[in-house]
Each structure stands twice: as structure tokens, then as C-alpha cells.
């Protein structure tokens, strides 16, 4: 099983819609939490921390279960930009902070 | 200029050859890593650096080496290249934790397309 899985979809959705990712992680120990996002053949780029009390980045949601081990990231209003790759990510504590483990991504397309 | 620079972009080599990918960074950061991208597997970590003097395998060490010649310069070779190590390459930073900080940015260069025949 991987440690950090997500549904790779692909997703098409229309302009405007609300897009819900979710991502599991299976490691109890993992102490940060992300989404990333992957333009195609281009590097990955932050898109925002995930905080437990849930953090608002304008269109973008990110929310954080630690009992139930998993992430989400919403996307509203969803814009022709927004098609991308999200990798949902963790990083660990102790020797392994620093250290980023990625799940495989979820691919989103919007279309007009 | 960009921050992170990997150098070359695109390669194609031949099973067994020795190939060297190199990184280049001017943020400053002590940490640097290497990742390889396999369609469906996402991002897997190679190898990383917490400073000069610091090399620590990854999830996927096998058939590959590292080098970190200074603070901004971290080298990944492939001392025979075969086949499965086609892919795309990454390299990334990030600053060391600061006070009251838990978290770090980790920034990546534009990675390195790998084939090998």
C-alpha cells in the first residue's frame, strides 16, 4: 500500500464547477501536510499548507483529518487555469522531517 | 534567473554508460534532494542532503549516487545506466526549519527528461 494515496482521477469539470480532492496517508507520524500542483512537464509548486483547523487560500480549501488520516482540497469556481496535476504530500518528524513523501496525483481538466 | 537549475534538460543515453545529472541552486538553502517522476507513482526520493557534509539515501537509492560539492551544487550519477531509470528528475531545496517554524517550502528545478535505450 502506498503512503500517501490519491484518486488520479482524471476529473473534467466545467468552468465554474466545485472540484473536491481527497488524499489518505497512512504513516501516524506524519506532522506536515500539503497539496502541490504540477503543471504538465513542468516542476511541482506549492500550492498551500493543510492545516487541522482547516485553512482558505480564496477559491481553494484545504482540510485535515489526523484521526481519520486524510486531506481534501476543494476548488471553487473552478477556472480554465486550475488544469493541473495535485499532489497531495506529508512530510515527516524527528530524522525524517524534511523529507516529503508524494502520492501519485490527481489530474484535473477544466473545460470551457 | 531561476532560482533552481538542472542541467541538461533532456538527455538519451545507452544501457551501461555513466551519466551525471547536476543541480545548481542560488536560494541559499542547505537542504537539497533528488526525486524521480514515474507516470503513476508520483514523486519518489532518491537522495537528500541536510547540509554539505550530510548524504542520506532515499526510498529508491539503488543504482544511484550523489555528490554535494558545495552548499549550492548537489549531483545525481547513474554509474551504468539501465532502462527502468528512464524518467523524469527533480531537484529541490529547502531552508532549514526556523524559530516557531514546522514547516518548509520545498522548491523544485524545472527536471531533467531521462532516457535510456
Known amino acids: 500500500r502506498k503512503e500517501v494515496e490519491q484518486d488520479p482521477g482524471p476529473f473534467n469539470v466545467p468552468e465554474g464547477a466545485t472540484v473536491a480532492f481527497n488524499c489518505t496517508y497512512s504513516?501516524?507520524?506524519?506532522?506536515?501536510f500539503f497539496w502541490y500542483r504540477q503543471d504538465c512537464r513542468k516542476e511541482p509548486k506549492l500550492l498551500m499548507s493543510?492545516?487541522?483547523s482547516g485553512n482558505e487560500d480564496g477559491r481553494f480549501t484545504a482540510q485535515l483529518n489526523r484521526a481519520s488520516q486524510y486531506i481534501s482540497l476543494l476548488i471553487r469556481d473552478s477556472k480554465l487555469s486550475d488544469s493541473a496535476t495535485y499532489l497531495c504530500?506529508?512530510?515527516?518528524?524527528?530524522?525524517?522531517?524534511?523529507?516529503?513523501?508524494f502520492g501519485q496525483g490527481t489530474i484535473l481538466t477544466v473545460h470551457p | 534567473d531561476a532560482d533552481v537549475t538542472q542541467t541538461p534538460r533532456n538527455r538519451i543515453t545507452k544501457t551501461g554508460k555513466r551519466i551525471m545529472l547536476e543541480c545548481s541552486q542560488t536560494?541559499?538553502?542547505?537542504?537539497m534532494y533528488w526525486y524521480r517522476q514515474d507516470p503513476g507513482l508520483g514523486l519518489r526520493l532518491i537522495y537528500y542532503?541536510?547540509?554539505?557534509?550530510?548524504?542520506n539515501k532515499g526510498e529508491i537509492s539503488d543504482g544511484y549516487s550523489v555528490s554535494r560539492q558545495a552548499q549550492a551544487k548537489f549531483s545525481l550519477s547513474l554509474e551504468s545506466a539501465i532502462p527502468n531509470q528512464t524518467a523524469l528528475y527533480f531537484c529541490?531545496?529547502?531552508?532549514?526549519?526556523?524559530?516557531?517554524?514546522?514547516?518548509?517550502?520545498?522548491?523544485f528545478g524545472p527536471g531533467t527528461r531521462l532516457t535510456v535505450l
Open positions: 529541490a531545496t529547502s531552508d532549514q526549519p526556523g524559530q516557531g517554524r514546522i514547516t518548509d517550502t520545498q522548491y
Open positions: 504513516n501516524s507520524a506524519s506532522q506536515s
Open positions: 493543510v492545516y487541522s
Open positions: 504530500v506529508t512530510q515527516g518528524r524527528g530524522t525524517s522531517y524534511g523529507k516529503l513523501t
Open positions: 536560494k541559499g538553502h542547505d537542504r
Open positions: 542532503s541536510f547540509d554539505v557534509k550530510d548524504i
